[in-house]
């Protein structure tokens, strides 16, 4: 022990005139040369450690695990395992570079497969096996264009697509589902969600929007068709908030001028209709003349009887019988011939009598019929009414009291507040028959703000958390200087006294010692002034001589 206590002030005393150097250089060298020393110190580190690994990918299943690995070992690139197997580390000058080779090769591919099903058929595949590896592939292309969205770390999609067939009643709408796996914190806003089901059902044929249903991994139904729920989806809730701002915004924007900005307010209610309606009609106008109609079909039928013989007869089976074969009577051929002379002069004096005659002479039945058809007047109308119509507007306005000369506020007069509710009138787009309503009221506005307690006034509750604020970074600071600045300052920049000793007895032994010396220093310095001033005064010769030796000495140095 006592050797070692003798060989460590040797030591200190060996490195003294190196440690006093350094004493007397100035403060910023000092401090680069820290800096150079501690940037020597990192770079060693660095050098020693190696190449720097990075996640190439995480969260990998183990097929895509074990093919990457295998793709990795050909392509001759450093792999190893982070966080207990779940991350795949690469070089980190390798990490773009071999994502891009492995990209090249289709992986990773997910859970999900795409169209890429398709290019492995098989020979002899059914008709069913190649419709499911088709309807596969589909939902693996949707999944992955979903997983595309910053908001959605994984998805799944199932189609429900029935078979056609040729009976059009019995046809089915195909139907999807889809499963989104949101990462931590985020959530889809309502358009994100409209995209999605937009997406899905322009992809399939014959799918609707209405059909598409979206889950999130809490089990939360993200889609509902159009009106459930609240009565309007989001798209209706913006139009009609759109409709009655602008309202707002033009009766705003005529009244601020003329009384002054911040003494109006208005506010308007749009109640809309969003049902579809589809209408056709079918109308007849009334019949026109005969002379101005067009002729569709016309019909004539003309029926003339003359001479007719009644029925005579027994009504029976007897009378049903056919006649007898007539029998002619034996007469003189001579009278024959005469008979039949005359009975063709009384048949062509018959002729000549219904010729000439008004009226025949004989029984005559006559009938005609006459049908006309005309062509009718037919209008078809198909009218489909827009979405989104106006049913009643509703608008309230508060108009401030106006100040007078002395500063007195006073209601409007009435003559301007009737000038004042025409133009609202006509911003709004009043319309009586519609049922809109109007109210225009003048009252002296109320501009106290309600008193708030100190410790909840939002101005001293951040003027509080900025205090507190600069308080914490302010004991840190001291707390800093007191355990390390401190420290470091007296430990570099004030003179060094190493004292070891055993105990109290050395260390005031040491201090007797050092200001003896210190004594003896002095002593010494007035002996040589004292003897340099009897010098001079007994020989300033030689003293010059002296001086003048040390200046040329310094100019010639």
């Known amino acids: 022990m006592n050797e070692q206590v003798a060989a460590t002030p040797a030591a200190a005393a060996r490195w003294a005139p190196y ?10 060298a000092l401090m680069g040369a820290g800096a150079a020393l501690i940037a020597l110190v990192v770079v060693a580190i660095m050098w020693t450690r190696g190449p720097e690994y990075r996640v190439l990918f995480s969260n990998l299943s183990e097929r895509d695990g074990g093919a990457i690995v295998a793709a990795l070992g050909q392509m001759n690139v450093p792999y190893k395992f982070a966080d207990n197997g779940g991350a795949l580390m690469v070089p980190a000058n390798r990490v773009h570079e071999t994502r891009l080779q492995l990209a090249s090769q289709g992986l990773p591919r997910g859970g999900s497969v795409g169209f890429e099903l398709l290019d492995n058929a098989r020979f002899g595949a059914s008709q069913f096996a190649e419709q499911i590896s088709y309807q596969r592939g589909l939902e693996g292309e949707l999944a992955r264009s979903i997983e595309a969205m910053h908001s959605v770390q994984g998805a799944r999609v199932h189609l429900a697509i029935p078979r056609q067939t040729l009976f059009v009643r019995e046809r089915q709408s195909p139907t999807a589902s889809v499963l989104v796996n949101l990462y931590p914190g985020r959530s889809l806003s309502d358009s994100q969600v409209s995209a999605i089901a937009w997406l899905v059902s322009s992809s399939v044929p014959q799918l609707t929007v209405d059909n598409v249903s979206i889950v999130d991994q809490t089990g939360r139904l993200l889609s509902s068709p159009a009106g459930a729920g609240r009565g309007m989806d989001a798209d209706q809730l913006r139009y009609v908030r ?18 002054g900005y911040g003494n109006v307010h208005a506010q308007a209610t749009a109640e809309m209709d969003f049902s579809q309606r589809e209408q056709t009609s ?228 040491d201090r007797q010692a050092a200001a003896a010396a210190r004594e003896q220093q002095l002593s010494r310095y007035e002996e040589n002034l004292a003897l340099a001033r009897k010098m001079a005064q007994e020989d300033p010769r030689a003293v010059a001589l002296v001086l003048r030796t040390w200046i040329e000495k310094d100019g010639k140095q």
Do not use: C
Request: hydrophobic content about 35%; overall charge negative; aromatic content about 4%.
């Open 282 to 509: 079918e109308i007849y106008k009334p019949n026109q003349e005969p002379g101005q109609a067009a002729i569709r079909s016309q019909q004539t039928s003309d029926s003339q009887q003359v001479g007719v013989t009644p029925p005579q007869g027994v009504p029976g089976a007897l009378s049903n019988q056919p006649p007898l074969n007539p029998v002619a009577p034996i007469q003189n051929p001579q009278n024959a011939q005469q008979g039949q002379n005359a009975q063709n002069q009384n048949g062509q004096a018959e002729q000549d009598g219904q010729a000439g005659a008004a009226q025949p002479a004989g029984p005559s039945n006559t009938r005609r019929d006459n049908t006309t058809n005309y062509e009718l007047d037919r209008t078809i109308s198909h009218v489909k009414q827009a979405v989104g119509t106006l049913n009643r507007l509703s608008v309230a306005v508060v108009i401030n009291y106006r100040p007078d000369q002395d500063g007195v506020p006073q209601p409007l007069p009435q003559e301007e507040l009737d000038k004042l509710t025409s133009l609202v009138r006509e911003a709004m787009g009043y319309s009586e028959a519609r049922g809109d309503s109007l109210n225009v009221a003048n009252s002296l506005f109320n501009h106290a703000e309600p008193e708030i307690p100190l410790w909840r006034d939002p101005d001293n509750i951040a003027l509080a958390k900025q205090l507190l604020w600069y308080l914490v970074v302010g004991l840190i600071l001291l707390w800093l200087w007191r355990s390390i600045a401190r420290p470091l300052l007296r430990r570099h920049l004030e003179p060094a006294v190493e004292a070891i000793a055993e105990g109290p007895e050395q260390a005031e032994i």
């Open 242 to 259: 759109e409709m009655e701002q602008r309202t707002v915004e033009r009766i705003l924007g005529l009244l601020n001028p003329l009384v």
């Open 19 to 28: 440690l006093d150097k350094l004493r007397t250089l100035p403060k910023p």
